[in-house]
C-alpha cells in the first residue's frame, strides 16, 4: 500500500479525539443522574427563555423589520453578511495559526485534520445560522401577516449567506498567514514583568488584556455598534453610539483576560505547593474592579436617562450580583475550565427565576450559592 493511500484511509484523529470527549461527558453525567437532569432542565428553560424572549422581540417590532427589508434590503443583507463572514474569519484565522504554529503542528497528519475539523466547525455554526435567520423571517411574515416584496429570495439569501461565509473565509484567511510577519502572542506586552507593588498572577492578567485588547476579534466588535445605529441618526448620536460600543468592547477584553488567566495560573501552579488564599488574593482585584465598573457605569447612565434612582440602582446591583457569582465560579471550579461556563449558566438562570417568581428569596439564593462558592474556592489544592 503506498503512503499517499495509506494518509487518506487514516482517521481524522481530530474528529476522533472530539467524538471520545463527547462519550466522556455523555458517561460522566449517566454516573450523576440527578445532576445530569438538573442540569438538563436549565438548559432547556435557558433556551427555552432565550427563544422567547427572540421570539416576543421579533413580533413586537414585525412591522419595522418588515419595512426596512422592503425599504433598504441590499444594505441589510450586506450588513448581516459582513457581521457571518466576520465571525467565520477570525475563526479560520485561529485555525490556520493552531494548524501551523500549534504544539501538534509538528505531526504530519494534524495540520489537514485540524483544518478538516474547522470546516466542520464551520458549516454547523453556519447551519444553526441559517435556520435561525429563516427563523426569524417566518416570525416577521407570520407577525404582519402581509407579502414582503422578494419573499423567496430574503428566504434563499438567509439560507445562502452563512453557508457562503463559512466556506469562503477558510480560503480568505490563507492569504492572511503566509506572509512573514511575525506570529504575536496572545500574552505579548513590552514589559510582561510584575512590578514592585504587584504579583506575577496580576502581571499575567494585564499582559493577556494587553495581547487581545486590539486584535482581531476586538476589532470585528467595533462593526457592531455601526449596525445598531439607526437610521437618520444625527452625527453626535453616531458618535456616541460608536464611543460607548469601543468602551464596552475594551471592557469585555478586559473581563475575559482577568478570568481566562485564572484557569491558566491554576494550571501552571497546581505543582507548585501553595495556599489557596493567597492565589485568590493575587488574582481577585482585577476582577473585582472590572466586574464592578459596568455596573457603575451603567448606573450613571441609567441615571442620567432620568430613571429612578430606586430602579437604576437595582438594575446596577443585579447585574454586578450576577457577574460575581460568575467571577466565584471561575475560581470555584478553575481547575475544570470546560465545566464553568454550563455550570455558571445555571446558577444564573435558577436565580433569575426564582427573582421573577419570589423577589425575597433573590439574595438568599445569591447569598447561599456565593457562601458555597467560595467555601469550595479555599478547598481546591489543599
Given at each position: 500500500?503506498?503512503p499517499?493511500?495509506d494518509?487518506?484511509?487514516?482517521?481524522?484523529?481530530?474528529?476522533?479525539?472530539?467524538?471520545?470527549?463527547?462519550r466522556?461527558?455523555?458517561a460522566?453525567?449517566?454516573?450523576?443522574p440527578?445532576?445530569?437532569?438538573?442540569?438538563?432542565?436549565?438548559?432547556?428553560?435557558?433556551?427555552?427563555?432565550?427563544?422567547?424572549l427572540?421570539?416576543?422581540?421579533l413580533?413586537?417590532?414585525?412591522l419595522?423589520?418588515?419595512?426596512?427589508?422592503?425599504?433598504?434590503?441590499?444594505?441589510?443583507?450586506?450588513a448581516?453578511?459582513?457581521?457571518?463572514f466576520?465571525?467565520?474569519?477570525?475563526?479560520?484565522?485561529?485555525?490556520?495559526?493552531?494548524?501551523?504554529?500549534?504544539?501538534?503542528?509538528?505531526?504530519?497528519?494534524?495540520?489537514?485534520?485540524?483544518?478538516?475539523?474547522?470546516?466542520?466547525?464551520a458549516?454547523?455554526?453556519?447551519?444553526?445560522?441559517?435556520?435561525?435567520?429563516?427563523?426569524?423571517?417566518?416570525?416577521?411574515?407570520?407577525?404582519?401577516?402581509?407579502?414582503?416584496?422578494?419573499?423567496?429570495?430574503?428566504?434563499?439569501?438567509?439560507?445562502a449567506?452563512?453557508?457562503?461565509?463559512?466556506?469562503?473565509?477558510?480560503?480568505?484567511?490563507?492569504?492572511?498567514?503566509?506572509?512573514?510577519?511575525?506570529?504575536?502572542?496572545?500574552?505579548?506586552s513590552?514589559?510582561?514583568?510584575?512590578?514592585?507593588?504587584?504579583?506575577?498572577?496580576?502581571?499575567?492578567?494585564?499582559?493577556?488584556?494587553?495581547?487581545?485588547?486590539?486584535d482581531?476579534?476586538?476589532?470585528?466588535s467595533?462593526?457592531?455598534?455601526?449596525?445598531?445605529?439607526?437610521?437618520?441618526?444625527?452625527?453626535?448620536?453616531v458618535?456616541?453610539?460608536?464611543?460607548?460600543?469601543?468602551?464596552?468592547v475594551?471592557?469585555?477584553?478586559?473581563?475575559?483576560a482577568?478570568?481566562?488567566?485564572?484557569?491558566?495560573?491554576?494550571?501552571?501552579?497546581?505543582?507548585?505547593?501553595?495556599?489557596?488564599?493567597?492565589?485568590?488574593?493575587?488574582?481577585?482585584?482585577?476582577?473585582?474592579?472590572?466586574?464592578?465598573?459596568?455596573?457603575?457605569a451603567?448606573l450613571?447612565?441609567?441615571?442620567?436617562l432620568?430613571?429612578?434612582?430606586?430602579a437604576?440602582l437595582?438594575?446596577?446591583?443585579?447585574?454586578?450580583?450576577?457577574l460575581?457569582?460568575?467571577?466565584?465560579?471561575?475560581?470555584?471550579?478553575?481547575?475544570?475550565?470546560?465545566?464553568?461556563?454550563?455550570?455558571?449558566?445555571?446558577?444564573?438562570?435558577?436565580?433569575?427565576?426564582?427573582s421573577?417568581?419570589?423577589?425575597w428569596?433573590?439574595?438568599?439564593?445569591?447569598?447561599?450559592?456565593?457562601?458555597?462558592?467560595?467555601?469550595?474556592?479555599?478547598?481546591?489544592?489543599r
Amino acid at each position: 500500500m503506498s503512503p499517499a493511500s495509506d494518509s487518506n484511509s487514516t482517521p481524522n484523529l481530530v474528529i476522533r479525539a472530539q467524538g471520545m470527549a463527547a462519550r466522556n461527558i455523555v458517561a460522566r453525567f449517566l454516573e450523576r443522574p440527578a445532576l445530569a437532569g438538573l442540569l438538563g432542565l436549565m438548559s432547556v428553560l435557558t433556551l427555552g427563555i432565550t427563544v422567547f424572549l427572540i421570539h416576543t422581540l421579533l413580533k413586537t417590532h414585525a412591522l419595522e423589520i418588515s419595512d426596512a427589508l422592503s425599504r433598504w434590503p441590499l444594505l441589510i443583507w450586506i450588513a448581516l453578511g459582513f457581521l457571518c463572514f466576520s465571525m467565520h474569519l477570525t475563526s479560520a484565522r485561529r485555525a490556520h495559526t493552531a494548524a501551523r504554529e500549534g504544539w501538534m503542528a509538528a505531526l504530519p497528519q494534524m495540520p489537514k485534520a485540524m483544518m478538516t475539523w474547522r470546516r466542520v466547525q464551520a458549516v454547523t455554526i453556519a447551519l444553526l445560522q441559517s435556520v435561525s435567520l429563516i427563523g426569524a423571517l417566518l416570525i416577521v411574515e407570520f407577525a404582519t401577516r402581509s407579502s414582503t416584496p422578494h419573499w423567496g429570495l430574503h428566504l434563499f439569501l438567509a439560507a445562502a449567506i452563512p453557508m457562503v461565509s463559512a466556506l469562503s473565509s477558510g480560503w480568505l484567511a490563507r492569504p492572511a498567514l503566509s506572509g512573514s510577519r511575525p506570529h504575536r502572542s496572545e500574552f505579548r506586552s513590552g514589559k510582561p514583568s510584575a512590578d514592585a507593588g504587584g504579583s506575577v498572577p496580576r502581571a499575567w492578567q494585564w499582559a493577556s488584556y494587553r495581547g487581545k485588547r486590539w486584535d482581531r476579534e476586538a476589532r470585528w466588535s467595533l462593526a457592531i455598534p455601526f449596525v445598531l445605529v439607526p437610521v437618520g441618526a444625527s452625527p453626535l448620536l453616531v458618535a456616541v453610539i460608536v464611543v460607548i460600543g469601543a468602551m464596552l468592547v475594551q471592557w469585555q477584553r478586559l473581563w475575559s483576560a482577568s478570568l481566562q488567566v485564572i484557569h491558566q495560573a491554576s494550571a501552571l501552579i497546581r505543582a507548585v505547593p501553595h495556599q489557596p488564599w493567597q492565589f485568590i488574593r493575587q488574582l481577585l482585584p482585577l476582577v473585582l474592579l472590572t466586574g464592578t465598573a459596568l455596573p457603575a457605569a451603567i448606573l450613571v447612565l441609567l441615571l442620567v436617562l432620568g430613571l429612578q434612582p430606586v430602579a437604576a440602582l437595582l438594575v446596577g446591583l443585579a447585574l454586578w450580583a450576577a457577574l460575581m457569582l460568575h467571577a466565584a465560579c471561575v475560581f470555584a471550579w478553575r481547575l475544570e475550565p470546560a465545566w464553568v461556563t454550563l455550570r455558571s449558566s445555571c446558577l444564573l438562570v435558577a436565580w433569575i427565576i426564582l427573582s421573577q417568581a419570589l423577589i425575597w428569596i433573590a439574595p438568599v439564593f445569591w447569598l447561599a450559592a456565593m457562601n458555597a462558592l467560595i467555601r469550595r474556592s479555599l478547598k481546591i489544592d489543599r
